[in-house]
């Protein structure tokens, strides 16, 4: 079996201000006049793992652990502080509810906007349409402004665009979270046949019940670091034995 995603001593590093600065011009004023002390903030540290060819990987810790973080890297929307990152194959991210869609644009519009941001030409995504819609069974709204739409239905859209073509790796980050049962299992339903055909999949996730149904192997990540990767039940044993 192929390695798809390898982390290699990985590591996210932000500077925040020590002081509590009050409003953008006093924040110019002070780093005009270098005053401003910042202090490092590690959101990953030496994160080092491979995540193979078909495999369904499992994300899990508290709020601000650095799980999202971990996404962003494989999406390439964040570059490493330190360390090496390998990515094989096409990735479609699901990694907030509705990202790159526009609240005053007709959720078909925006169809077309995310699948651009996705890779697609015009002509596949006319091509693509009816199906996207279909699955995302927002057909008596699909002509209305996103602005009008709930969350729920921000999810269906984009989980309906992202997922239209089999991925080589789909990313997903607490957008199923929202919205009913019944189409979650839905989104879950073309989730495993993905994986059955060969697609990589990694889930972030706080709900135990998704991952220990969905994973096959679990990374626990707390401040940064990876506490446990391995099997799903033991990885939220001791998850839930740290809380």
Not at 32 to 37: E, F, L, P, S, T
Not at 38 to 43: D, E, Q, S, T
Not at 213 to 242: F, M
Request: contains cysteine.
């Amino acid at each position: 079996m192929n390695q798809k995603i390898i982390l290699n001593n990985i590591t996210v590093r932000y500077k925040i201000p020590s002081e509590r600065i009050g409003t953008f011009k006093e924040y110019i004023i002070k780093s005009i006049r270098r005053q401003i002390h910042h202090r490092p903030f590690y959101a990953l540290k030496n994160i080092s793992l491979e995540i193979m060819e078909g495999e369904s990987f499992g994300v899990i810790g508290h709020n601000g652990a650095g799980k999202s973080t971990m996404l962003k890297l494989i999406a390439r929307v964040l570059a490493p502080s330190l360390g090496r990152i390998e990515v094989r194959g096409k990735v479609s991210p699901l990694l907030e509810i509705g990202a790159g869609f526009h609240p005053e644009l007709t959720g078909r519009e925006n169809i077309f906007l995310n699948g651009a941001l996705l890779g697609f030409s015009r002509r596949e995504m006319d091509q693509k349409l009816n199906s996207i819609v279909e699955f995302s069974e927002l057909n008596n709204f699909i002509d209305a402004p996103m602005r009008t739409y709930s969350s729920g239905m921000w999810a269906r859209l984009g989980f309906a665009v992202a997922t239209d073509s089999q991925p080589d790796i789909l990313l997903v980050d607490e957008v199923l979270a929202v919205g009913d049962e019944q189409f979650q299992q839905k989104c879950f339903a073309r989730i495993e046949k993905f994986r059955e055909n060969g697609t990589t999949i990694v889930i972030v996730a706080h709900g135990m019940k998704t991952i220990e149904s969905n994973c096959t192997r679990v990374c626990w990540i707390d401040h940064g670091e990876i506490k446990y990767l391995g099997a799903p039940e033991q990885a939220i044993q001791e998850y839930r034995s740290s809380n």
